[in-house]
């Protein structure tokens, strides 16, 4: 197999109220937030760079309201994850969207709700040949010049990213009970290549899914790359 680079550009912190500025919902009942922050245009916010999570700030005992959050994957796929709300503070998906196209709350709340990016970010899923008889996979990472607060990872998957999802078009939009996770990945993190901070060289040798590269910090300049090479697809 030829080398694959995957990279994480510089990009900013979060920005908290980047999809929906701060608001208040009034109208009793399920209620959109309106979707105005800076990364949004026509009503649908575009996340800066890579997929990131969506972070929800409560400024009232909101613990007992719930969000779900609509939008899409890296791929363009419909995306849609329900989360829980807090007492003056914070929540997040635990996914990662490229665009939010809604944000839906089930009822009024105590005090007033924003919502934005979180620091993580990942690059897309890179597919490997689970099959290969001797599965090995080399990894080698490259800090860009004086990148700033460098804190990456891997992250690993066993389910199957290329499995056909179906068609969506007829799927209700929205659950009564704020529950819906799409799509059902299950991530884990590399036992050892987490939480790296300089150049370095890894590897894999039992079969996965599928590979990605996360950023727990904030590149904002200098970014990582990511270089897999797999052995014999023999």
Known sequence: MRPRILRISPYE??????????????????????????????????????????????????????????????????????????????????????????????????????????????????????????FEVAMGFDVGAAASTPDFSVELTLSNILREQGNLADKPRYLSEFDRIFPPHTVFSHSTMVNMAADTTGNLDFPVMAIRLKSNGVFTTGGVSLEILQGSFA
Do not use: C, H
Not at 46 to 74: C, E, F, S, Y
Not at 91 to 97: G, P
């Open 13 to 134: 912190t979060t920005d908290p109220n980047g999809i929906s500025l701060s608001q208040t919902p009034i109208a009793g009942g399920n209620q959109e937030l309106t979707i105005t922050g800076a990364m949004a245009s026509g009503g649908i916010a575009t996340l800066q760079g890579n997929p990131r999570q969506v972070l929800a700030t409560w400024a009232g005992d909101d613990d007992t309201r719930k969000l779900i959050i609509t939008g899409t994957d890296a791929k363009g796929n419909f995306m849609q994850e329900a989360i829980a709300g807090a007492d003056t503070g914070t929540t997040k998906t635990v996914k990662a969207f490229t665009t939010v196209t809604s944000v839906l709350i089930d009822e009024d709340t105590d005090g007033a709700v924003q919502i934005g990016t979180d620091t993580v970010i990942w690059t897309n899923w890179f597919p490997l040949n689970y099959l290969a008889q001797n």
